[in-house]
């Protein structure tokens, strides 16, 4: 399994991912350079810091989770078909290791890539939020790590799951697809908050069962904080949709029971394919 995690690793350099991680992390890293204009300027020095750092730690970390997201699905979802079809599953299958060793080494691979790319991008939010405001901890940073962290998960399972069976592009459009089914939970339970429709709730729930997007936000959201005031404008519980739900430690239990199950139904599928 060690060999084909180094092999998914090396793949992933040779499509060029890197240049991926590379451009995020020198996109974060230019709000080192933003400066303080408009309504930041009234406030004391101090406090214009605190507010921009707030902001900009939370919307620096749902760009890493889109961009955390998107990597894993277009690593993974040609993972199996493209490889068949240049022919090099067909070259290691026929060795002596099991096809769970194949498939649970490129979804490790895939995920460490994708992980290493995060603690990157965390370590540069990180840095610009502490030279912008040195006398905070911004531990926050770290404490929401794990949850974005998620977010490669499920979509390496997802993608792998639907490379066994479809070509490089549907694989990668049915992947889409499932995004944005898990991001229409929060669209659906903010117009049934809005106009208290019953079919909305519904939809809400059934989409966040489907694909469990709104379970990893609430998280990441809970261990980022509320946003920082600027006269009363923006404040605590307006950090996303799910501002009225509290996490639950089930939550992560269903997101982890989500990623298993569909990597054992990816791993059987795989078994059963002919090479």
């Known amino acids: 399994m060690v ?48 507010v921009f750092v ?19 699905i277009g690593l993974a979802a040609g993972t199996i078909s493209t490889e ?39 370590l540069v939010i990180y840095g610009v939020a502490a030279y912008r405001e040195p006398g905070a901890s911004h531990r926050n940073v770290w404490e929401s790590l794990p949850y974005v962290l998620l977010y490669p998960a499920v979509f390496t399972t997802l993608g792998m799951l639907f490379s066994n ?6 694989a990668f459009g049915m992947t889409i697809l499932a995004a944005g089914v898990g991001w229409s939970e929060g669209t659906f339970h903010v117009l049934n908050r809005a106009f208290d429709i019953r079919l909305l709730a519904t939809l809400s729930k059934m989409t966040g069962y489907v694909v469990p997007l709104g379970r990893m936000s609430r998280w990441a959201s809970e261990a980022l904080g509320p946003l920082p005031a600027l006269e009363g404008e923006l404040g605590a519980g307006t950090t ?30 795989f078994q059963r394919r002919d090479v």
């Open 240 to 269: 996303g949709p799910f501002r009225d739900i509290e996490t639950t430690g089930a939550d992560l239990a269903y997101v982890i029971g989500y990623v298993a199950l569909l990597f054992v139904l990816g791993a059987v599928l």
């Open 54 to 72: 707030g902001l900009y730690v939370f919307f620096a970390t749902s760009i890493v989770k889109f961009f955390a997201s998107g990597l894993a």
């Open 84 to 122: 068949l079809e240049r022919g090099l599953l067909s070259s290691i299958l026929p060795k002596p290791i099991s096809r769970l060793a194949v498939y649970g080494g490129k979804w490790l691979g895939i995920f460490l890539f994708c992980a290493a790319s995060v603690v990157v991008w965390e």
């Open 165 to 170: 069976f479809a070509s490089f592009p549907l």
């Open 3 to 50: 060999t084909i995690v180094y092999l998914t690793l090396k793949e992933a350099v040779r499509r060029r991912a890197t240049l991926i991680c590379v451009l995020v992390a020198l996109a974060l890293l230019g709000a080192s350079r933003i400066p303080l204009l408009g309504r930041f300027q009234l406030l004391p020095p101090e406090e214009a810091s605190r």
